[in-house]
């Protein structure tokens, strides 16, 4: 059921998935945006940042709402996904300071702040489009396998694979701990942009989207989320 894209490459879908953030931002101006870090939306911000300064698409009534960030950092560190989403994305954009959240992975009261981060969002009216990575173990956000259907902002432990996954990436010393959206807090966004590029990225695509739905894979559960989109390369697609 899902709405399947297959782009011809990195790049045709990093303009597939931009279209459809424009599109959501035009029709709707006050858009609140769920927003993900990792390779994968990268050519989708540097898209979303040409479409801003060619085109003149306007942020300036936009919220953003970040997935996760590790815990037990600053966000000055270059480590973080504050520090992430600043450099490849927000310092591009004429988007106010105060529409743009992350939880606060430097809070001393971790339920406090996991309260505060899903009060925030139902304060914004909720997410109307999540941009959606995938680990390569079905995680979404840094909800590992396992994690509950019923899950809202939580801390969360990193498995050993995602570490290693993000080290890549980030370079050393990666938290072993994050505060991410839970399973409910994503499902409850009302479209949900999933992207994928890459064969590391075949066969989790395929175990998310024609396996069962199956706590093992968390990204399965978004084949229950009625305004779920998908775009992935071919590479990405050869399993499905
Ligand atoms: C990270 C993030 C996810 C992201 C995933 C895939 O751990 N917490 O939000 O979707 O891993 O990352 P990448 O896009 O680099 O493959």
């Given at each position: 059921?899902?709405?399947?894209?297959?782009?011809?490459d990195y790049?045709?879908?990093?303009?597939?998935?931009?279209l459809?953030?424009?599109?959501?931002?035009?029709?709707?101006?006050?858009t609140v945006?769920?927003?993900?870090?990792?390779?994968t939306?990268?050519?989708?911000?540097?898209?979303?940042?040409?479409?801003?300064?060619?085109e003149?698409?306007d942020?300036?009534?936009?919220?953003?709402?970040n997935?996760?960030?590790?815990?037990g950092?600053?966000p000055e560190?270059?480590?973080s996904f504050h520090?992430?989403?600043w450099?490849?994305l927000?310092?591009?954009?004429?988007?106010?300071?105060?529409?743009?959240?992350?939880?606060?992975g430097?809070?001393?009261d971790?339920?406090?702040?996991?309260?505060?981060?899903?009060?925030?969002?139902?304060?914004?009216?909720?997410i109307?489009?999540?941009?959606?990575g995938?680990g390569?173990n079905g995680?979404?956000g840094?909800?590992?396998?396992?994690?509950?259907?019923g899950?809202?902002?939580?801390?969360?432990?990193?498995?050993p694979?995602t570490?290693?996954?993000?080290e890549?990436?980030?370079?050393?010393?990666?938290?072993?701990?994050?505060?991410?959206?839970?399973?409910?807090?994503?499902?409850?966004?009302n479209?949900?942009l999933?992207?994928a590029?890459?064969e590391?990225k075949?066969?989790?695509?395929?175990r998310?989207l024609?396996?069962?739905?199956d706590?093992s894979?968390p990204?399965?559960?978004?084949?229950?989320?009625?305004g779920?989109?998908?775009?992935?390369?071919?590479?990405?697609a050869?399993f499905l």
């Amino acid at each position: 059921h899902p709405e399947l894209i297959i782009a011809e490459d990195y790049q045709d879908l990093s303009r597939k998935a931009a279209l459809r953030v424009a599109e959501q931002i035009k029709k709707k101006p006050t858009t609140v945006l769920g927003l993900a870090t990792g390779k994968t939306p990268l050519g989708l911000y540097r898209e979303l940042i040409r479409l801003h300064q060619e085109e003149g698409l306007d942020f300036s009534r936009v919220k953003t709402f970040n997935l996760d960030e590790y815990y037990g950092i600053s966000p000055e560190d270059k480590r973080s996904f504050h520090y992430y989403m600043w450099e490849n994305l927000f310092k591009h954009l004429n988007i106010p300071r105060g529409n743009i959240h992350l939880p606060d992975g430097g809070a001393q009261d971790i339920e406090e702040e996991c309260r505060r981060y899903e009060e925030a969002i139902r304060e914004a009216g909720g997410i109307d489009l999540q941009v959606l990575g995938i680990g390569s173990n079905g995680h979404i956000g840094f909800n590992e396998p396992g994690t509950e259907w019923g899950s809202l902002t939580h801390l969360a432990k990193l498995t050993p694979e995602t570490i290693k996954d993000n080290e890549e990436e980030g370079g050393e010393g990666i938290p072993g701990f994050a505060l991410t959206m839970g399973i409910k807090t994503i499902m409850r966004a009302n479209r949900i942009l999933l992207l994928a590029y890459g064969e590391s990225k075949a066969s989790i695509i395929a175990r998310a989207l024609k396996g069962p739905v199956d706590k093992s894979v968390p990204a399965s559960i978004l084949q229950l989320h009625p305004g779920l989109v998908v775009i992935v390369d071919k590479e990405a697609a050869k399993f499905l």
